[in-house]
């Protein structure tokens, strides 16, 4: 397991942050070990969880020690005591349910005070760890001025993850992965259709190179492509999308792939007439060509 940021690294990215956002992580810091605590306590007592459960219920089910809140001392300070009376910076407050009583320990008398069992303790520190290390992805992703990734543009995070954006808090690799599931169509949809249009660009940029004697004219409107290229470059797709032509539903997909049809044909009669180049760029567009291939290729799901 990796090891997190030592104390006085962390203090050092907390400067950078803001008071709103060093509170904001401050927060979800606890939370999230507060729903670690419970998410363990429930496993470990055979009990599932449902997702419309509110906290409150959810503990009243277990009946159990709950944990109330975790406390930072801060970098260097121990403020707190243990109920052992050992100093501390960390101090977890752990209720009794059943008795009603508090307790504050440190992370050593956990297992003593709360008689939990050693595996369940150890389960609920390194969930606790691995808390930590998102902390540290957050800080250290913040120190290296993380931006928001163009895919995310347009999707309605949850609403915590909104406002941890919306002050300018990088989102951490488990929140990231989890809008990934969260997400996972659209995602899929949003980078096919970047790969599209990056495809595009690079057919564009590769059939528009000039030599120098070909400089001073302008360039041509469309895309132009041989015949043999183009079956080259897309016999694979076109002979998938004949497989798989009777299964187009969509009126205007079947005109489509009509067309699309009809321009590799006219293309090649055109090559077996020997027409001159110029005659064959004016004739074939090559943009229009892929938009309609690849438009067929999502419509089937084949790409």
Known sequence: MANPLTEKEVNQLLQL???EQRKYLENYMKQSKKSKWLENLAKKKGYVLQ???????AWNTLNDWELEDVLDGGYGLRPYKCECGMPLRFCYIVRH???NKMYRLGETCLE???MLSSDLIQDITKGFHKIDLERDDILIKY???WTYPTDYEGLVLPEPFQKQVHIGLPLSKAQMKKIERLFKHDLIRIRKEKKFE???QQRRKSDYIQTPSQQAKPAARNESITYD???QNHLEQLKQIMKHENNISNPEMKATWKNVQQMVLLLKQEEQEKQKEQEEQEHFDYSK??????DLLYHLKLY
């Open 17 to 19: 942050l803001t008071d």
């Open 51 to 57: 997702k419309d459960l509110s906290i409150e219920d």
């Open 198 to 200: 990056k495809i595009i």
């Open 112 to 114: 003593n005070y709360t």
């Open 229 to 231: 290229r183009l079956i």
């Open 143 to 145: 120190a290296q001025e």
């Open 97 to 99: 349910r059943a008795e």
């Open 289 to 294: 060509f892929l938009v309609q291939l690849f």
